[in-house]
């Protein structure tokens, strides 16, 4: 099976899921996602390899990035104090568990829009949420508002770029696996962190 025939038969669910345990299971920092994923989908979208409407994209996308805050609201709000007293893992650093901490606290509640576009800060905000004395209405109104700019900007900019340049579709061989190996790329220097201590 080749890349695309690959993307066609599960890369539509591949990325949904993808974008959901982004901020849904705390394991963002492992998970090939972000920025790449989004605007890569746009442009496989925008290709024809993804064989779905833009507007399909766009609504799975968003609802996966709203049920995945959702949950990590849930996971602090359950267990957030446990967090803190958490020893490190591979996949699970404290120290950017204190980061979104503190990028909340002097942000307040504008830190659920922005934090979503600051790739360190985007898997741990919801649960830093939870451990707040924010309203679960208020978070979700925030995480809606972030999830549609964030979606709408990194899938729309990659469609344009496929739209514009059609002939890109030839190089799609090239683009795929560059991208992944970008997206991959935090997640190897974590394993590698881990190691060495």
């Known amino acids: 099976m080749d890349t695309t025939s690959l993307i066609e038969w599960g890369g539509f669910l591949l990325i949904v899921i993808l974008i959901f345990a982004e901020t849904g299971l705390l394991i963002g920092l492992v998970v ?75 942000h307040s509640k504008a830190a659920i829009i922005f ?11 919801p649960v830093v949420s939870g451990t707040t004395d924010i309203k679960f209405t208020n978070f979700m109104f925030l995480t809606v508002t972030a999830s549609i700019l964030y979606m709408c900007t990194f899938a729309l900019a990659g469609y344009l770029l496929g739209s514009q340049f059609p002939a890109i579709k030839d190089y799609l061989g090239w683009i795929l696996p560059i991208s992944i190996i970008v997206a991959l790329i935090p997640v190897i220097k974590q394993v590698r962190k881990a190691k060495d201590e």
């Open 115 to 125: 934090g979503k576009f600051l790739p360190i800060i985007r898997p741990f905000s």
């Open 32 to 106: 090939p996602g972000g920025e790449t994923l989004v605007f890569t989908a746009g442009l496989l979208v925008s290709t024809g390899t993804l064989k779905i409407p833009l507007a399909v994209l766009l609504v799975a996308l968003i609802i996966a990035s709203i049920i995945g805050d959702s949950s990590g609201y849930y996971i602090g709000k359950k267990f957030g104090k446990k967090l803190y007293n958490k020893e490190d893992t591979w996949y699970f650093k404290k120290k950017y568990l204190h980061l979104a901490t503190d990028y909340f606290s002097k």
